[in-house]
Each structure stands twice: as structure tokens, then as C-alpha cells.
């Protein structure tokens, strides 16, 4: 009898000890479960957040009954636009944030209307001020803007002091037959000196676009050595945009001319691309220093020469109906300068 009442005690036991397991197995597969998934819930919200990217294009100002906003989604996902935050330069704490609700597709264009009355008695269109866009996801994008300079197309938007381009001149650089660039890693010489000796001389300047419009450069945009004065009969030192230059031929290097039709060059804003100058004359293949060494100079003198750089381009505006940039058939020019070249004499031996 003893031995039986045992055998039915230790039977309960085991019992008791496999539900306890089976029961611990399925709080802790449960667990496992609700952790997996509310893992791969965040892990989709930090991809969508990660692929989300938004940018404002433009600004109309002075619009009688409204503030036009008008913001590009860059991004692969889905945007909300949930506020705007206005803050003027000379009241950094004073800012003023309205609550918008905006859907944007990816890739698509949109304009945020703001009632001017919400924002008459708090920021004077004249001020300068910072523009921030905030999405659902707390992505952002924001733009400084300068009223000291209207624009060309009257009161819609408006240039900074400087105009339309930058030139990084710590960039200015030149190629020729002696110094052409690195096949793969594109090397270029300083045109901050530049060997008189070299010939078949192109020269390559970094341009930014600084206004938020985008602008289309034409091809009888120049760089100059503005100091040096060519020998008598010989041609001003004027180089003319070209598309492309190829060293890979020794004998003779090929100019790509620049053809504005086939081969447009627009610059959106804050954009940067590299132009590069090299032949006589507007849409030429025919270099400017080309076989003919000392062009501006003699031989064994050391001279000196401003750079200077003039753009000539049409600006685009923007069709608030259509979401798209147009060309306006407005042409302006811009001429930037530095006083920083030396062109080295020969070594004679």
C-alpha cells in the first residue's frame, strides 16, 4: 500500500512538472512571437523614414491672399506634410508654426498654400527669414531666404546680393596636352599656375546655382585672363564653354563643342556642376590655346592675370497648375572674377 500511494504521489508530480514546462514554453514562444513582430513593425518604420525625402523647391512671397510653399518629394514613400514653421532672421525665437496636412506622392510636386492673414501681423515679406517643412515621420527641409535683390520676374521670388551663381575657386583648374587629366580619377592641374610651355590648355571652373530657380547656361559663356594683353593682331585670352575635352589623342586633343540643343546644361538650385572652356569661339571645336605655345606672353616671362568667369543663361519659373519648370525666355548674364593666376616662363637652360 505504501509503495502505491508513492508511485500516485510521484505520478502527480510529473504531471504538475510537464504542465508547468508545456505552459512556460508557450508564454515564452508568445513572447518571442509579439518580440518578432513588433520588431519587423519598427524595422518598416525606420525603412520608410530612411527612404523618405522631401525638398522645398520654391517660394512665392508677395501673392495678394496667400504664401505658396512649393515642396518636391524626393523619396520612394509616401509623405505627409503636417507643419510649417516660419522664423525670421532677426527674431530667431519669435517663430510661427502652422499645422498643414498635405499628401505627397513620391516624386511628386506639390504647393502649400499658407493664409497670409495667419502670418500679416508676425513676418513682413521683406524680412529675411527660415522656412522649415516638417512630414509625419519628422523629416524636414528647410531654406534661408534673402529679400535684398528682386528677381527678374518682379515680386514672386527673389536673388541674394551676389546673384544667380558660386564659383569655388579653390577648384579652378586646368588640363592641357603636357597636364591632361587622370583617365580614372579625373586629376586636374591648379590654374592658380599655369605653364606657359604647356599647350592645347582647357580650363574647368565649379559653378553653383544659388537661387531656387533653375537656370539654363548657354554657350556663349566665357573665361577670361582678364590682365594679360595679347601679342599685336592676336585674339583676346577669351576661352568658350565647351562639352567635353579628350586628351586621348596625342597628336591632335578633341574638343566636344557645346550645343545647345542637343546637349542643354540646366542647373537646378543648389545644384553644382563643373564647366569647361577651351575654344575661340561660341559652339567651336577649334582650341583657343591650342598647337601655338606663349599665346599671351613671351616665352620667358613670368606673367600675372586676373580670372574671371561670365555666364550668360535663361532662367526657368515654375507653373503652380502644371507642378512642372518651364523656360521663361528670359536671358541674363553674371560675371564673377578673382585675382590669383600666374602664368610661369619656360625654364631656359
Not at 71 to 86: C, D, F, P
Not at 172 to 187: C, F
Not at 234 to 258: G, K, M, R, W
Not at 270 to 290: M, Q, Y
Amino acid at each position: 500500500m505504501t509503495s502505491l500511494r508513492r508511485l500516485r504521489t510521484n505520478q502527480r508530480g510529473g504531471v504538475s512538472i510537464a504542465v508547468a514546462l508545456i505552459m512556460t514554453m508557450i508564454v515564452v514562444t508568445s513572447f518571442i512571437q509579439n518580440v518578432y513582430m513588433w520588431s519587423q513593425e519598427v524595422s518598416a518604420e525606420d525603412r520608410e523614414r530612411l527612404n523618405e525625402f522631401i525638398m522645398v523647391e520654391l517660394v512665392y512671397f508677395n501673392v495678394e491672399d496667400d504664401l505658396v510653399v512649393v515642396v518636391k518629394n524626393t523619396g520612394s514613400v509616401e509623405a505627409r506634410l503636417v507643419a510649417v514653421w516660419v522664423e525670421p532672421l532677426a527674431a530667431p525665437n519669435a517663430t510661427q508654426r502652422l499645422t498643414i496636412d498635405v499628401v505627397l506622392e513620391s516624386d511628386h510636386i506639390s504647393d502649400v498654400i499658407l493664409d497670409d492673414t495667419q502670418l500679416s501681423s508676425y513676418v513682413t515679406f521683406t524680412d529675411d527669414f527660415i522656412l522649415t517643412v516638417f512630414t509625419e515621420r519628422g523629416t524636414s527641409s528647410t531654406k534661408t531666404y534673402d529679400f535684398t535683390m528682386p528677381s527678374p520676374f518682379g515680386s514672386s521670388s527673389y536673388l541674394g546680393q551676389l546673384g544667380v551663381f558660386r564659383v569655388s575657386w579653390f577648384y579652378s583648374r586646368y588640363s592641357s596636352a603636357q597636364h591632361p587629366p587622370h583617365p580614372t580619377e579625373g586629376a586636374l592641374t591648379e590654374a592658380t599656375t599655369i605653364l606657359k610651355s604647356d599647350d592645347y590648355v582647357a580650363f574647368f571652373v565649379k559653378l553653383k546655382n544659388a537661387w531656387d530657380h533653375p537656370v539654363r547656361i548657354r554657350g556663349d559663356s566665357f573665361f577670361s585672363l582678364t590682365s594679360i594683353a595679347p601679342p599685336q593682331g592676336a585674339d583676346e585670352p577669351n576661352f568658350y564653354l565647351v562639352q567635353d575635352v579628350d586628351y586621348s589623342n596625342t597628336s591632335i586633343p578633341i574638343i566636344t563643342p557645346y550645343n545647345e540643343t542637343a546637349s542643354s546644361l540646366i542647373i537646378y538650385p543648389d545644384e553644382t556642376h563643373v564647366l569647361i572652356f577651351a575654344c575661340k569661339g561660341v559652339g567651336d571645336n577649334d582650341w583657343r590655346w591650342g598647337g601655338t605655345k606663349y599665346p599671351f606672353g613671351t616665352e620667358t616671362t613670368t606673367e600675372g592675370s586676373g580670372i574671371q568667369v561670365t555666364t550668360f543663361f535663361e532662367a526657368y519659373d515654375f507653373d503652380l497648375d502644371e507642378k512642372r519648370w518651364f523656360p521663361t525666355g528670359q536671358y541674363f548674364g553674371q560675371t564673377i572674377s578673382t585675382q590669383a593666376t600666374l602664368l610661369l616662363a619656360k625654364e631656359v637652360t
